[in-house]
């Protein structure tokens, strides 16, 4: 199946065509152990939904402890046993929930479940290649994804329960064991999913990289390709320059932990006995940890803005607004997001210098961010915009891109930050955008390619309600962080009644909590749409957004190769959308320029000399048309 499945794209098609139809699928090789990327990117999804479910329990859970912080809920104890003694949450507990909360949230929800998902799925399809590069490899993939998934959740079946040192695992609570529960096996199963997490990203990406640049079909320059494939194409960079270093500082504190090594460790008491450990430093850990973990937070959101392009310009009916330099944002995003972690360490009393350096890098970064969302605002501008369910969720992602964005404005300056580093400020300004912002980029893009995965189509107005109620919860839910922040509540704390200052919050507290529950009872309308549907929805036709993207000319019924017939060549960029003079208002891209020319993106053609030809061919047949329209 591997060998059939590569092959040079420009080659004729009917050898291999020949291959599948002798090739028998069983139940294994078609929906467990299966190469198709088709069927990966499911794989990829419906574990990221299973995660995401469970991550969003995790926080539920924590959330009436903080709402109810003196209350006993005795169905806790039946759930959770000896993690709710007499119906509370134990304080240790409670800090596992939020590390595994994050964790789960920002690596195998919106990494794995939105990257593995959209980018299996659609650099194949829009790219104009049968597979990815290497089929088998994208299977291991998705499976080191997973035995990392279930060895992430297996730790809530040992008796010490799972890591506790927050989604950062800090030294020297994850790297002294008797510190807290959670520092103890937890954290070493934490750290084994979390290698076999990064070695799926790793094989996942590399497989990306060689498809984007190897197996694009004829006429598929890098200027053709979708803004989609772009930021698939870049995050997989960024996975693959910052992963090894987590994993560097992930093997130094296993010795740390386990070989007596003192790589970030240095005076530490516990109990008043001292420990032998001399010469290290907790500071380390942070430099090697957030050099992965600020573009980690890039690898969330790129792919996220990559979809909101497309369903965008789709559903406003016009081309997008500045394809060049969406891609050169990006790429500025790209490089711009290696040099800034320092901005996670202007309290660790770095030289105010270096915090210098750091604050202009990071606030140079709105640069880029501003050029995207200012692109997005113009391609809705006077678009003929159809509110599907997926648009909603894609004009969603830009309201919570700007407002997330700018405290981050705040949180870039090292003066502001010291105030307000480690308080509901932060929590607040993450959720909305990386929080809110990916995950209304994945359920956009969920909702939009829903008919390509199972060729049918998810229910409208159900999407609706789900977005409504997702949306204003979500604003809900971390709207009010930002003033807790402001007034100084710390975050990681499990009862805040300790302190009188902080008990005027505690309304807020409760507000808060049952707004989340409504934000998760809103994804029950989401969850039955997506397993109904993939059973019982409408049927769809081949192309029902009247898209000009290539994934729309495959049949509705997968197949091997995903193209019955030779790959279709590719003349067009993708975004020719209400073009004056045509008779519908999209032109696919694999429209040849002398039937109808693209005046949406004239540079293509400039040395062109055939094509100059035919535009100026095509201009004296139609001045009439393109002066209506000016
Ligand atoms: C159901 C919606 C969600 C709610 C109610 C929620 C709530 C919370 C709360 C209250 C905390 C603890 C803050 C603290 O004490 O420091 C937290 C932590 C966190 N959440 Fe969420 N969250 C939600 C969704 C998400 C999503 C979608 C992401 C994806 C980026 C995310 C990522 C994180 C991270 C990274 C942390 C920090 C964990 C740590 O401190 O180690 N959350 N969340
Ligand atoms: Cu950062």
Same mark, same amino acid.
């Given at each position: 199946m591997a060998t059939a499945a590569i092959h040079n794209p420009t080659a004729t098609h009917h050898d291999e065509h020949h291959d599948h139809a002798h090739h028998h699928e069983t139940f294994l090789t078609k929906y467990v152990f299966s190469q198709d990327h088709k069927m990966i990117a499911k794989q990829f999804l419906i574990t990221g939904i299973v995660m995401g479910v469970i991550a969003m329990i995790l926080s539920i859970l924590f959330r009436i402890q903080l709402a109810y912080p003196d209350q006993s809920f005795p169905l806790f104890e039946v759930l959770l046993g000896k993690f709710a003694p007499e119906g509370r949450l134990d304080p240790n507990f409670y800090l596992s929930l939020v590390t595994i909360h994050g964790t789960i949230m920002v690596f195998f929800v919106l990494t794995a479940g939105l990257s593995g998902t959209f980018s299996n799925l659609l650099i194949p399809l829009q790219l104009g290649a049968r597979d990815m590069a290497s089929?088998?490899?994208?299977?291991?993939?998705?499976?080191?994804?997973?035995?990392?998934?279930?060895?992430?959740?297996?730790?809530?079946?040992?008796?010490?329960?799972?890591?506790?040192?927050?989604?950062?695992?800090?030294?020297?609570?994850?790297?002294?064991?008797?510190?807290?529960?959670?520092?103890?096996?937890?954290m070493t199963l934490w750290l084994v999913s979390m290698t076999l997490f990064v070695a799926s990203s790793l094989i996942g990406g590399i497989n990306y990289i060689s498809t984007v640049l190897n197996m694009r079909t004829k006429g598929m320059d890098l200027w053709?390709?979708?803004?989609?494939?772009?930021?698939?194409?870049?995050?997989?960079?960024?996975?693959?320059?910052? &992963?090894?270093? =987590?994993?560097?500082?992930?093997?130094?504190?296993?010795?740390?932990?386990? &070989?007596?090594?003192?790589?970030? =460790?240095?005076?530490?008491?516990?109990?008043? $006995? *001292?420990?032998?450990?001399?010469?290290?430093?907790?500071?380390?850990? $942070?430099?090697?940890?957030?050099?992965?973990?600020?573009?980690?937070?890039?690898?969330?959101?790129?792919?996220?803005?990559?979809?909101?392009?497309?369903?965008?310009?789709?559903? *406003?009916r016009k081309p997008?607004?500045?394809?060049?330099?969406?891609?050169?944002?990006?790429?500025?995003?790209?490089?711009?997001?290696?040099?800034?972690?320092?901005?996670?360490?202007?309290?660790?009393?770095?030289?105010?210098?270096?915090?210098?350096?750091?604050?202009?890098?990071?606030?140079?970064?709105?640069?880029?961010?501003?050029?995207?969302?200012?692109?997005?605002?113009?391609?809705?501008?006077?678009?003929?915009?159809?509110?599907?369910?997926?648009?909603?969720?894609?004009?969603?992602?830009?309201?919570?891109?700007?407002?997330?964005? =700018?405290t981050g404005i705040f949180l870039g300056n090292a003066a502001l930050d010291i105030n307000l580093h480690d308080t509901y400020f932060v929590v607040a300004h993450f959720h909305l955008v990386m929080g809110s912002a990916a995950i209304f980029g994945m359920l956009s893009g969920i909702y939009h390619w829903f008919p390509k995965m199972f060729g049918r189509l998810m229910n409208a107005k159900l999407g609706y309600l789900h977005f409504w109620l997702t949306f204003i919860s979500a604003y809900l839910v971390f709207f009010p962080m930002h003033f807790m922040g402001l007034d100084g509540v710390p975050r990681r704390y499990y009862s805040f009644t300790e302190f009188e200052s902080m008990n005027e919050w505690l309304s807020?507290?409760?507000?808060?909590?049952?707004?989340?529950?409504?934000? *998760?009872?809103? $994804?029950?309308?989401?969850?039955?749409? &997506? &397993?109904?549907?993939i059973f019982f929805g409408e049927k769809s036709t081949q192309n029902p957004w009247e898209s000009t993207t290539l994934e729309w000319t495959t049949p509705v019924e997968r197949i091997h190769g995903n193209w019955p017939g030779e790959i279709p060549t590719i003349y067009r960029w993708p975004y020719d959308y209400s073009k004056p003079g045509h008779s519908t208002d999209f032109i696919p891209q694999t429209t040849p320029l002398s039937e109808t020319m693209s005046s949406n993106m004239p540079h293509d053609f400039e040395g062109n000399e055939e094509a100059e030809r035919i535009q100026e061919e095509w201009n004296a047949k139609n001045v009439n048309n393109t002066e209506e329209v000016k």
């Open positions: 089929p088998f490899m994208n299977m291991l993939s998705y499976w080191f994804f997973f035995t990392a998934s279930v060895i992430m959740l297996s730790t809530f079946f040992i008796e010490s329960g799972p890591a506790g040192a927050g989604w950062t695992i800090y030294p020297p609570l994850s790297a002294v064991a008797k510190s807290m529960p959670g520092s103890g096996l937890g053709k390709m979708p803004l989609t494939i772009w930021s698939f194409f870049l995050t997989a960079i960024v996975g693959l320059l910052s &992963f090894p270093v =987590l994993v560097a500082a992930v093997v130094l504190l296993i010795f740390d932990r386990s &070989f007596g090594t003192s790589f970030y =460790l240095s005076d530490i008491y516990v109990a008043g $006995q *001292a420990l032998p450990n001399e010469g290290g430093s907790p500071i380390l850990w $942070q430099h090697l940890f957030w050099f992965l973990g600020h573009p980690e937070v890039y690898i969330v959101l790129m792919p996220a803005l990559g979809i909101t392009s497309e369903v965008i310009a789709t559903n *406003a997008i607004f500045g394809y060049h330099a969406m891609v050169y944002s990006l790429i500025g995003i790209t490089v711009l997001s290696f040099i800034v972690w320092g901005h996670h360490m202007f309290v660790t009393g770095m030289n105010p210098f270096l915090g210098g350096v750091f604050m202009i890098t990071t606030l140079i970064i709105a640069v880029p961010s501003a050029v995207k969302t200012f692109n997005y605002l113009a391609t809705l501008w006077k678009g003929n915009i159809r509110f599907t369910p997926a648009m909603l969720f894609a004009i969603g992602l830009v309201s919570f891109f700007i407002s997330g964005g =700018l807020v507290n409760v507000f808060v909590t049952w707004s989340a529950i409504l934000g *998760a009872v809103a $994804q029950v309308a989401f969850l039955w749409n &997506f &397993f109904y549907s």
